[in-house]
């Protein structure tokens, strides 16, 4: 009882305050920006320049294997314009790729390296086969550079024919995969929905600690745990809505929503109960703020292995937001698992938990009057 | 009035200094360029991964070696349950007629593809001793991911910066020493720029020592040096905003996360969105900002460029200043 009218009291409080309607108005913000601005999906077209240093008969036979992937199946006359220079190319653009032919080795030296972008002459050798010559930046992998070096010992067709006769057997069949744009809404929820709790529990305790708050709290018979606690829950219930808002909008009513309400709340709790302990430690907000900035870089690397596919090192994994960012994305696939988000939120209910207890331990210390 | 800036930056500097918070924010983002250094070689060299039954066929597991990242396990099982886990692996698996590829079935296209041509080239005996394409590089070191998270990182120097300001100012006000300026001598400019100049300072020096620490030794650092004191304008404009119109730290935070809108969406603008339709983020300081980091991170850029870029963010700067001076100056009496 004591709880539910202490938490009562902060939403009326807060309600009073600013941080609240930031926080909605942000949503709408990002959700604005999910719905007109990222597209369903990315278009991943890379540019290359070429020179076809062949006989002409060659040339023409390797401009037609490029158009029939072609999107209108003709040939571009274009002009670009880099580095001051103009140069007269022939474009090909496919779903993936956009093929500049330029008319010398030097033009094509001279836009992959204002370009940056891959460049390549295509002759003959002594054998009267194809052979390429890369231009390459110099930042590429050795193992990026074997395969290139070696792409095009074998003859396209022939590797074409054999890699369709790959076999390829799956674990799971019947894999649905989520557009480009409903792949940003697990980064999105959980950086600015959960992980803001941190830095937001952090700001409270420090405005009520100027005042005096908790200090007064100690000598009520009302417990500090209890004070604190009805602090993480309004900033739940505010995690909670400005997740609803970025995601039903956005997915529908096609995913499990007492899932996603679970694993925001745990994982919201987690991040309160870690920015609560961080508070406990320094005197004013600039100290704390410091340690929680560094913090929150290091949790916004697992956001880089998320959209980088293959790069995944254990130690991203052992980051508390890899979890957090796969559990989000389990919950919005099509046939994601249930297992996982149900094993991340008790993780993080565990974890804030365990936090929660040690922050408790040391407000009990340190508010002794 | 310049000896009263000073000796107003200087009371900060002590203040900050003893309270080690000027170090905090001078160390942070060079622990972070160290960060950047360790993550940017691992994310460069991704390639797929490949798992693979250990001694089953160590010629093909040296070949793979060269092109993708090799797990080598117990047995099929182990191979299996790797393929299975969370993360994008694919097995290599032997079967009566040569190996298949076994996928979890939820892996990006482009990677089940790529191991396909890898066990096509390597059953295919194409070596890369035989390698018939000659490689020339162009000179290029920094990858551009890194150069990306650098110039992140120089833009939130120039927030934190802004933070800075402003939280100084807040305790400030907390105090109630902000109305006792007015019965000093001290003007409200020279407070304000008093108050300014250790944002700045510490947005200078770190972004100076964020570059040299990520290697990036050769770029103009008078360029780099004056794009980020140009950013630091925005941050101390903000800074003042939300040090002397907000009570309480609760208002300075949610101010802080709405200052994050408008630079997360530049940089997303300028690295996703083609041509024309960066237009549509020429209102905003911090694409300007993120522009000219490039530029100069790139060495691609010339001084007239770098002025027009450094100009629009000062005149935009300029208009936010025209605007909100009223209440720079109301959250001074």
Redesign the interface.
């Known amino acids: 009882m004591k709880m539910w009218s202490s938490f009562k009291k902060e939403l009326i409080l807060a309600s009073r305050g600013f941080y609240f309607y930031v926080e909605l108005g942000f949503a709408i913000v990002i959700l604005l920006v999910v719905l007109f601005a990222v597209p369903e999906d990315f278009s991943t077209t890379s540019t290359e320049y070429l020179f076809l240093d062949l006989p002409r008969q060659g040339q023409e036979a390797f401009k037609d294997v490029l158009l029939e992937n072609d999107i209108d199946g003709k040939i571009e006359e274009v002009e670009i314009e880099a580095g001051g220079n103009i140069y007269t190319a022939q474009l090909m653009v496919s779903d993936e790729q956009e093929i500049y032919i330029l008319d010398s080795e030097q033009a094509v030296r001279d836009l992959a390296y204002s370009e940056r972008n891959l460049g390549a002459v295509v002759q003959l050798d002594e054998d009267n086969r194809l052979s390429y010559r890369y231009y390459l930046q110099g930042y590429e992998s050795t193992r990026l550079k074997n395969l290139l070096s070696i792409l095009f010992n074998e003859s396209t067709l022939v590797l074409e024919e054999r890699i369709n006769n790959q076999e390829v057997k799956v674990l799971t069949a019947g894999f649905e995969p989520i557009t480009d744009r409903e792949n940003t809404i697990p980064p999105l929820v959980a950086f600015s929905g959960s992980l803001m709790g941190m830095f937001v529990m952090a700001a409270y305790i420090f405005l009520d600690k100027k005042e005096g708050v908790i200090e007064a709290y100690a000598v009520t018979p009302s417990s500090v745990w209890r004070y604190l606690l009805s602090k993480v829950f309004v900033l739940l219930l505010t995690t909670l809505v400005s997740g609803l808002i970025i995601v039903v909008p956005v997915m529908g009513f096609s995913i499990n929503y007492g899932l996603l309400l679970l694993l925001l709340l745990a994982t919201g709790f987690f991040s309160s109960a870690l920015g609560l302990l961080i508070a406990s430690f320094y005197d004013n907000m600039t100290k704390a703020f410091g340690v929680i900035y560094f913090l929150f870089f290091i949790l916004m690397v697992p956001g880089i292995a998320y959209f980088i596919p293959g790069w995944d090192p254990f130690w991203v994994k052992i980051i508390p937001t890899y979890p957090m960012l796969q559990g989000f994305k389990e919950i919005i696939l099509p046939k994601g698992d249930i297992i996982y988000p149900l094993l991340t939120s008790a993780g993080f209910l565990a974890g804030g938990l365990v936090v929660f207890a040690l922050t408790n331990i040391r407000f009990k210390r340190t508010l002794r009057v | 009035m310049i000896k009263r800036i000073w000796f107003i930056f200087l009371r900060d500097m002590r203040i900050n200094l003893r309270?080690?918070?000027t170090i905090?924010?001078l160390a942070?983002p060079l622990?972070?360029a160290v960060?950047i250094n360790f993550?940017s070689p691992?994310?460069?060299?991704?390639?797929?991964?490949l798992a693979l039954v250990e001694g089953e066929n160590q010629v093909q597991a040296a070949y793979f070696d060269?092109?993708?990242?090799v797990h080598l396990m117990a047995d099929e099982q182990a191979v299996?349950g790797r393929?299975?886990a969370?993360?994008?692996v694919l097995g290599v698996l032997a079967?009566e007629n040569g190996y298949?590829?076994?996928?979890?079935?939820?892996?990006?296209e482009?990677?089940?593809?790529y191991a396909?041509?890898l066990?096509?080239?390597y059953?295919?005996d194409?070596?890369?001793e035989?390698?018939?394409?000659?490689?020339?590089?162009?000179?290029?070191?920094?990858?551009?991911l890194k150069k990306m998270l650098v110039n992140i990182l120089l833009l939130l120097i120039s927030m934190?910066a802004g933070?800075?300001i402003s939280?100084n100012i807040l305790?400030e006000k907390?105090d109630q020493t902000v109305a006792a300026i007015n019965v000093t001598p001290t003007s409200r400019r020279a407070f304000i720029l008093g108050k300014g100049i250790t944002g700045m300072f510490v947005a200078v020096v770190s972004s100076i020592a964020v570059i040299l620490i990520t290697g990036f030794y050769n770029v103009n650092i008078g360029q780099a040096a004056l794009v980020v004191l140009s950013v630091t304008m925005i941050s101390l404009i903000i800074g003042f905003l939300q040090g002397l119109n907000?009570d309480?730290?609760?208002?300075?935070?949610?101010?802080v996360?709405?200052l994050f809108?408008p630079m997360a969406?530049s940089i997303a603008g300028y690295e996703?969105v083609k041509g024309n339709w960066q237009i549509f983020f020429y209102w905003s300081p911090f694409y300007w900002a993120y522009r000219a980091n490039d530029m100069i991170l790139a060495q691609?850029g010339t001084w007239l460029q770098l002025v027009i870029y450094v100009g629009i963010i000062m005149v935009i700067c300029g208009v936010i200043y025209a605007l909100m001076a009223p209440r720079v100056i109301k959250g001074l009496q």
């Open positions: 309270e080690l918070m905090y924010m942070i622990i972070l960060g993550l691992s994310i460069n060299d991704t390639s797929v991964n060269d092109f993708a990242h299996r393929v299975g969370r993360d994008d079967q298949y590829i076994l996928a979890q079935g939820n892996e990006p482009s990677v089940v593809e396909r041509l066990n096509v080239l059953e295919s194409v070596q890369l035989d390698a018939r394409s000659e490689i020339i590089e162009l000179g290029r070191t920094v990858p551009p934190l933070m800075l939280v305790e907390v907000s309480d730290f609760m208002e300075a935070a949610g101010s996360k709405l809108l969406g996703f691609s």
